[in-house]
């Protein structure tokens, strides 16, 4: 087991936000490794990522095993995986619903569930989760995306009461914009510097996971400066 850097799992580590918070952890000092249902070939050479379904438990766990056996338990853990459907209710399938809650909600209590006690066993970290406008609000057409959301945030705040007294520090962030991607680009007609920049969210993540115990953030709301709240 390598001992040299400490560890920091990122899921939902595709392009985007999800390859920001590897390279500003990597450039803390931590060894970075990222998880994501697919891989692209113009993910970087230098990241991290192993290819997995957080849905599926068995497999998860013991990749996750794998990587605590070889680096030790994590000080940080991201949970940054999304899955957005926006169609009325009579157009939202049984399968669409049951993806958002799986690519959300699921994903995080298995990810949570391997990773929770080896962290509060090794001193405790950081366990950190997006959220999303609609954590707080349920908007027309965003039925099956808003119910995951706020069933993640509420998974949070039980993990966040559970885990503080093991010295784990549990966050939930609203992301409350479009994040800047190659993909959000191509499909909103707005202007770059009217959504969020990855890597600025990505600074945020790490100060977050470096508070003092005196002032832990539970939840913070992110947006750009033009977004309407």
Request: glycine fraction near 6%.
């Amino acid at each position: 087991m390598s001992q040299s850097s400490p560890l920091a799992i990122i899921s939902g580590a595709g392009a985007g936000l999800g390859h920001s918070l590897i390279k500003r952890f990597q450039l803390g000092g931590y060894k970075v490794v990222g998880l994501n249902r697919s891989t692209s070939v113009n993910t970087p050479a230098n990241l991290d990522i192993k290819t997995i379904d957080l849905t599926q438990p068995e497999l998860t766990q013991a990749l996750l095993q794998d990587i605590i056996n070889e680096h030790g338990a994590p000080k940080i853990v991201i949970h940054n995986t999304a899955q957005l459907v926006i169609n009325p209710l009579e157009k939202t399938t049984l399968t669409d619903f049951e993806a958002c809650w799986n690519s959300m909600v699921l994903s995080a209590f298995i990810l949570a569930k391997s990773v929770m006690q080896p962290m509060a066993n090794n001193g405790g970290g950081a366990f950190i989760v997006s959220g999303a406008t609609a954590s707080l609000r349920g908007g027309a057409n965003f039925s099956a995306f808003a119910s995951a959301k706020f069933a993640l945030r509420g998974l949070t705040q039980s993990l966040a009461r559970e885990y503080q007294a093991s010295n784990i520090h549990v966050v939930h962030t609203i992301l409350d914009g479009i994040i800047d991607t190659e993909n959000s680009r191509n499909l909103h007609s707005i202007s770059p510097d009217q959504m969020m920049n990855p890597s600025d969210i990505a600074d945020i993540y790490w100060d977050l996971s470096h508070q003092p115990q005196s002032t832990w953030t539970h939840e913070l709301d992110l947006r750009p400066q033009s977004e309407n709240f």
